[in-house]
């Protein structure tokens, strides 16, 4: 891969008290392509983005290499991190409930967004607003513009975060669980946005998801995390030709529609997972 957007090497993420890191020794790349980021809950999936992001004023944060494009992560000052954030590296959170300001109409948070990054006045930023929530298929985009968040549905509250975090052009976009919650057919749009996004506008997408029917469709490669590690890295297309046990059980405790109706099988934990997982 020449000229990665990102580029990370044993990134190790521990929170305060914790008796083990959150995140241990990850290592990838990033091009202009949909990376998955999959495991259980608790695997580091999120805590992973979020200390890409610098989120994490209090957790111990340390790598050998964290470079964004010419940024170093690592050494990069607060000031210059507020800078990036939702300017070139945007992070789309699960749950719009929890994300928007409830006391604030929806477009008023969306122009904000752009204003805190751009030299533009009050009605430059409606407009680009506006534009945005069109290009993420709300319908009545000025409407919507005047909602409260508990106006919204989930599907819509989540695209008006998706229009928010893309509103500047980013190059790097990490997305925490962003269909989770939303019905197949919304979930369907919301992943074509995204994909249009990449392919038209060659960002880099990190897809952080438990769903891996979802990344093998979506992504071009898949990271598995167990314990805060990444234990396989292959190719969407081969999840089914997956090695590491780990991965081997995930997929056949998935339930399908067709086909042996027996009872899923109980993924088997080998303790040397979790010697291996530590640095």
């Known amino acids: 891969m020449t000229d990665p957007i990102l580029d990370v090497a044993d990134l190790s993420v521990r929170y305060p008290g914790a008796t083990a890191p ?5 290592s990838f790349t990033l091009g ?40 170093d992560l690592l050494a990069a000052r607060e000031r210059q991190m507020l800078k990036l954030r939702g300017r070139r590296m945007s992070m789309i959170l699960q749950d719009p409930k929890f994300s928007l300001n409830p006391i604030r109409r929806c477009g008023d948070q969306i122009a904000e ?33 005047r909602l409260y968040p508990h106006e919204v549905s989930g599907g819509m509250g989540q695209r ?5 975090m893309l509103l500047t052009d980013p190059d790097l976009v990490i997305a925490d669980e962003p269909t989770s919650a939303l019905d197949v057919t919304v979930r369907l749009q919301v992943l074509r946005i995204l994909d249009d996004l990449v ?9 952080i998801s438990h769903d891996l ?9 898949v990271l598995i995390m167990y314990a805060g590690r990444v234990v396989e890295t292959l190719k969407a297309r081969d999840l089914d030709r997956a090695q590491h046990p780990y991965t081997r059980g995930l997929l056949a405790a998935q339930p399908r529609i067709a086909g042996d109706r027996g009872d899923l099988p109980v993924l088997q934990r080998d303790p040397a997972w979790e010697q291996e997982a530590r640095p």
């Open 22 to 26: 959150a995140v241990r020794n990850v």
């Open 199 to 207: 392919r038209e506008k060659g960002i880099g997408l990190i897809m």
């Open 160 to 164: 008006v975060m998706i229009a928010m």
């Open 213 to 221: 029917n979802l990344v093998r469709n979506f992504c071009d490669r």
């Open 32 to 71: 202009r392509e949909r990376l998955g980021v999959v495991g259980e809950s608790g695997s580091g999936k999120s805590t992973l983005g979020r200390a890409l992001m610098r989120l994490m004023p209090a957790a111990d944060i340390t790598a050998r290499r964290m470079q964004f494009e010419e940024v």
């Open 113 to 145: 967004a752009y204003r805190t990054h751009f030299r533009c006045s009050k009605a430059q930023a409606h407009d680009k607003a506006v534009e945005m929530l069109d290009a993420v298929q709300i319908r009545e985009p000025e409407r919507v513009y």
